[in-house]
């Protein structure tokens, strides 16, 4: 009996590790390709760091809607999924499913139609960026295709498929990396080389993409349906919930998680809102939106590329945490959190000392037609560290269901960042304001305007 349970154990922990590495091969390798189509985007004539500042304005609007209608969605339906799996109720967790898709297809259509009928008003009052229009609507179908994909994807890490999920996110990157490519040059002939144009053609290649990694997805159901079905067939505990009850067990648990995301995508969209804002009082608005195509554009990109690994982590995490917790297995608890840690510690030290070293050799590698922005990337390097402790500790504290914590945590972080940022502009040479910076996860308008002045 004794060898039984170790060798359920040591299956576990293969099938954990599986899903591990699974994940971390597909996110270095969708990180790759995304570098690669920012390399050609930054490097292109006629798009450089404005066409980037154009974009991720845009993009950040687009984020911010994508977290309220589906980021935490896979991790809670994987918590709450796992857990009804774990105690053998496969119907249970099926019906979550289902009920998850109705709720958050029509979260993410209003997503959508908020998106696209509000771009006007966004880029030119929101964000002061007029160009932004056409990327915002490029965008507004895409939240919809991410919406009910989140829930697909939730469903089958909960049924320790990563695979899937993996697959459908490479296939998305490689048809954003394609189509970026074929569609920037397309509009860039047809356009007369429209900066404006380029970057409407830039993000609708995302949209497009989201639809390919669900019509994976879908497929990928299609095909299982019939394993599925015998799962259900062989369900034990079984407990009838009504679907109000489902809906409002979803949302307890997906909200505190977007609201997570939620205060992340805030702190980006301060930046957002304020960079150009600020900037232009001290330069043109070219040379603004060009200083917050460096950020957006190249240093965010290289300092994600180190974060994508360590991303595996927290998401293996919530489903396994919460089986474990089901069965009452604080070991397995403690085991899988305390492994991620130290892995996370190990990858995230190197890259942080790498980055801030190699900051301008980096730069001038990768963007030999664009190379500002060293003292932004070595100064950004600094958080690469903490931030992969926090995905970890994140999916541990999601998977136990502690969910409010790292909302509350990115909400002071938020409101430090806020006060740095109006405390600013009385002094742009005051070195007590970098630390700020460092401490509140980098107001970048001030990062920003430094790096212009000393280069």
């Known amino acids: 009996m004794q060898k039984d349970e170790e060798g359920k154990k040591i299956t576990k922990k293969e099938t954990f590790m599986q899903g591990v590495v699974t994940l971390v091969f597909s996110q270095i390798l969708i990180k790759l390709l995304g570098l690669i189509y920012v390399l050609y985007l930054t490097n292109r004539n006629g798009f450089g760091d404005k066409g980037n500042g154009i974009v991720s304005a845009g993009y950040q609007i687009y984020a911010m809607l994508l977290t309220i209608s589906s980021i935490g969605v896979p991790n809670a339906i994987s918590k709450l999924v796992s857990e009804r799996i774990a105690v053998g109720d496969y119907k249970g967790g099926h019906r979550i499913f289902k009920i998850a898709f109705a709720t958050f297809a029509m979260i993410g259509l209003a997503g959508s139609l908020m ?23 490029a965008l507004s179908p895409a939240i919809f295709f991410v919406a009910i994909s989140s829930v697909m994807r939730g469903y089958f890490n909960a049924m320790q498929n990563i695979k899937a999920t993996a697959r459908s ?61 015998t799962e259900i067939k062989r369900t034990s505990n079984y407990k009838y919930e009504r679907v109000k009850s489902i809906i409002k067990k979803i949302l307890l648990v997906s909200i505190p998680i977007a609201l997570t995301a939620i205060m992340s995508s805030i702190n980006k969209n301060i930046d957002s809102f304020t960079v150009v804002r600020s900037l232009k009082e001290f330069m043109t608005e070219d040379m603004a939106i060009s200083q917050y195509g460096i950020l957006g554009g190249k240093v965010d990109t290289l300092i994600t590329l180190p974060l994508s690994i360590n991303v595996a982590f ?30 996370s510690m190990l990858i995230g030290l190197p890259c942080t000392i790498g980055m801030c070293i190699f900051a301008g050799p980096i730069l001038n590698l990768l963007f030999p037609n664009a190379t500002a922005g060293t003292s932004v990337l070595q100064i950004s390097s600094f958080t690469i560290i903490f931030i992969m402790l926090d995905q970890t500790i994140n999916g541990t504290l999601q998977g136990y269901g502690k969910l409010i914590i790292p909302t509350i945590s990115l909400g002071v972080r938020c409101n430090c960042k806020i006060y740095s940022k109006f405390n600013f502009s009385t002094n742009t040479r005051n070195w007590c304001t970098w630390s700020c910076n460092f401490i509140s996860s980098m107001p970048y308008d001030s990062i920003l305007y430094c790096n212009y002045m000393f280069n």
């Open 314 to 343: 927290g998401t293996a995490l919530v489903p396994a945490i919460a089986a474990a917790k089901a069965k009452k297995d604080e070991k397995e608890i403690k085991e899988k959190s305390s492994f991620s840690l130290l892995i």
């Open 169 to 229: 996110q490479t296939i998305e990157q490689v048809f954003k990396t394609a189509l970026t490519i074929i569609l920037v040059e397309i509009v860039a002939i047809i356009s007369n080389v429209s900066t404006k144009w380029m970057a409407g053609g830039a993000t609708l290649a995302t949209t497009l993409a989201t639809f390919a990694g669900f019509g994976y997805l879908y497929l990928y159901y299609k095909n299982i349906r019939k394993e599925i079905a």
């Open 115 to 137: 998106l696209f009928f509000g771009a006007n008003m966004i880029a030119n009052f929101w964000l002061q960026i007029p160009e932004a229009e056409m990327t915002l609507v």
